[in-house]
């Protein structure tokens, strides 16, 4: 969490602790949507194959672990 409201504030040009309010809104709103919409909490761990860190592995690491899990060829 720390590392997704760090992100937030640099990138909106915000403080840290309007990012961290923000962020906790959103991630509210995101679940009652997908539970409404839905009928399922998106919280819930069991409902991924795979979790990915962006703020701690990089874009490029995020694409060559996708595309090994996945067995993707010649990308």
Request: aromatic residues 4%; hydrophobic residues 40%.
């Amino acid at each position: 969490m720390e590392d997704r409201v760090a992100r937030a504030a640099q990138q909106e040009g915000i403080s840290p602790q309007e990012a961290a309010a923000r962020q906790e809104r959103e991630d509210q709103i995101r679940s009652d949507i997908s539970m409404v919409m839905y009928g399922w909490d998106p919280r819930l761990p069991e409902r991924y194959d795979m979790v990915l860190n962006t703020s701690r592995i990089s874009l490029d690491a995020v694409v060559d672990a996708i595309v090994d899990a996945l067995g993707i060829v010649g990308s």
